[in-house]
C-alpha cells in the first residue's frame, strides 16, 4: 500500500506539471487537500480557523508558483511539515494579537477616574471585552485572598475596594453618584480607588496574562 507522504508528493508533482487554474490542477490540490488536512497540526482556538484559512490561501499560491511566498521545496520538507510551519505561524500570530487585545481592554477597565471614556461604545465595538469583563467581575465577586473586603475606606467597611471595583467596571458608575450615595467626597473615593483598589486589579491582570 502506497504511503501517504509518497502519495502526496506525487500529487504535488503531478499538480505543478499543468498551469495556474486548469482543471487538473485544481483537483490535484484538491486531493492533495484532503490527504494534508488529516496529518496537520490541530488546537482549540479561536482563531484556529482563521489560520487554517490563511494557510490553504497560501499553499495555493505557493506551491508551484511563489506567489506570496517562497515556492515549495519538497527536497526540504513534506509538505504536511511545510504546512503545519506556516500554520503554526499564524496561529502565534493569533495568539499576539488575542493577548493584544485582552491587554487593551484590561486596561480599558481600569482607568480609574478617566469620566471621558465611553466603556459602552468600546464593549460594543470588541465582542473579546464581555467575556473578559466576565473573568473580572467573577473574581471580584469571590475575592478568594479576601484582600478586596479588607481593604476599605478608614471607618467606613462599607466601601471597600470589592464594593468599588464592581460598581467602576463597565457600565461603570460614575464619582458624582458613588459619592452622593455613600456620604463621602469624590476625592476620597478617587483617591482610594487610585492607590489601593487599581493596584490589586492590575496584579489580577498580571497574573492572568492580561497586561
Not at 478617566?114 to 464581555?130: G, R, V
Amino acid at each position: 500500500m502506497e504511503k501517504p507522504d509518497d502519495l502526496l508528493r506525487q500529487l504535488v508533482a503531478a499538480a505543478c506539471k499543468h498551469p495556474p487554474g486548469s482543471g487538473e490542477r485544481q483537483k490535484n490540490l484538491t486531493r492533495i487537500i484532503r490527504l494534508a488536512t488529516q496529518k496537520l497540526w490541530r488546537e482549540y482556538t479561536p482563531y484556529y480557523q482563521d489560520a487554517l484559512q490563511q494557510t490553504w490561501v497560501y499553499f495555493c499560491q505557493n506551491l508551484c508558483e511563489g506567489t506570496t511566498g517562497a515556492c515549495y521545496d519538497p527536497d526540504r520538507a513534506s509538505v504536511v511539515t511545510w504546512l503545519n510551519n506556516y500554520l503554526k505561524r499564524r496561529l502565534q500570530d493569533g495568539y499576539i494579537e488575542v493577548q493584544k487585545q485582552k491587554a487593551q481592554t484590561f486596561s480599558k477597565i481600569n482607568l480609574g477616574d478617566d469620566e471621558s471614556f465611553d466603556p459602552i461604545n468600546n464593549l460594543a465595538a470588541n465582542p473579546d471585552i464581555p467575556p473578559l469583563l466576565e473573568e473580572v467581575r467573577k473574581w471580584v465577586v469571590a475575592d478568594p485572598t479576601q484582600q478586596l473586603r479588607r481593604t476599605y475606606i478608614s471607618d467606613r467597611p462599607d466601601l471597600n475596594c470589592q464594593v468599588l471595583i464592581l460598581r467602576r467596571l463597565p457600565p461603570e458608575t460614575p464619582w458624582k453618584t458613588l459619592a452622593e450615595e455613600f456620604g463621602v467626597s469624590i476625592g476620597t473615593l478617587s483617591s482610594f480607588y487610585q492607590r489601593q483598589c487599581l493596584p490589586r486589579l492590575r496584579e489580577f491582570g498580571k497574573e492572568q496574562g492580561y497586561l
